[in-house]
Antibody, heavy 120, light 104 residues
Framework: QLQLQESGSGLVKPSQTLSLTCAVS??????????WSWIRQPPGKGLEWIGY???????YYNPSLKSRVTISVDRSKNQFSLKLSSVTAADTAVYYC????????????WGQGTLVTVSS | EIVLTQSPGTLSLSPGERATLSCRAS???????LAWYQQKPGQAPRLLIY???SRATGIPDRFSGSGSGTDFTLTISRLEPEDFAVYYC?????FGGGTKVEIK
């Protein structure tokens, strides 16, 4: 059974960089046919796709966040990461890591989510 | 830019009733890329339907999806107590705004 677990700072100061890591267990992040995504959900609101990375390393970023987002993969540790720079209070959200099935992008496995609060 | 609009925003129904949720795209989209999710408070979303009409593993057959082009529907044939939740449609990297199914 595939499992994904987010980790990282739960509190980030405005203008700083949010950094999260997703550890994948029960399967290899290098397996073809999947994308590895970050999705967020502000408190009480809907879902927003941040971006994804393929096992090959190619990426897609939400155009509204593209200038601030970097997603990378560490195959040796079977994990992938998110960096979001210049954060503001609007970036406060539950951040989920997830696995998507290529090419449809349907998300079949999700992490439990981690709340990141942007506040001084 | 494609926009997904879900309606209604809230659906108030009783257990045993039929729920019909709508997801409308601002332009025609591929059915292959249309999925539905269920989310309960404090939990991650759960995949229900992919490819517009295929049930994900372990999803009861009271959940069904249909549609093509710009109009897609998620139907719950008879609501069980555990089905009261928020439902999202997704087309590739876009999500709809969600429909909350609440107990009447």
């Amino acid at each position: 059974q595939l499992q994904l677990q987010e980790s990282g700072s739960g509190l980030v100061k405005p203008s700083q960089t949010l950094s999260l890591t997703c550890a994948v267990s029960g399967g290899s992040i290098s397996s073809g046919g999947y994308s590895w995504s970050w999705i967020r959900q502000p408190p009480g609101k809907g879902l927003e796709w941040i971006g994804y990375i393929y096992h090959s390393g190619s990426t897609y970023y939400n155009p509204s966040l593209k200038s601030r987002v970097t997603i990378s993969v560490d195959r040796s540790k079977n994990q992938f990461s998110l960096k979001l720079s210049s954060v503001t209070a609007a970036d406060t959200a539950v951040y989920y890591c997830a696995r998507g099935v290529v090419p449809a992008a349907a998300i079949d496995y999700w992490g439990q989510g981690t709340l990141v609060t942007v506040s001084s | 830019e494609i926009v997904l609009t879900q309606s209604p925003g809230t659906l108030s129904l009783s257990p045993g009733e039929r729920a019909t949720l709508s997801c409308r795209a601002s332009q025609s989209v591929s059915s292959s890329y249309l999925a539905w999710y269920q989310q309960k408070p404090g939990q991650a979303p759960r995949l229900l339907i992919y490819g517009a009409s295929s049930r994900a593993t372990g999803i009861p057959d009271r959940f069904s999806g249909s549609g093509s082009g710009t109009d897609f529907t998620l139907t719950i044939s008879r609501l069980e107590p555990e089905d009261f939740a928020v439902y999202y449609c997704q087309q590739y990297v876009l999500f709809g705004g969600g429909t909350k199914v609440e107990i009447k």
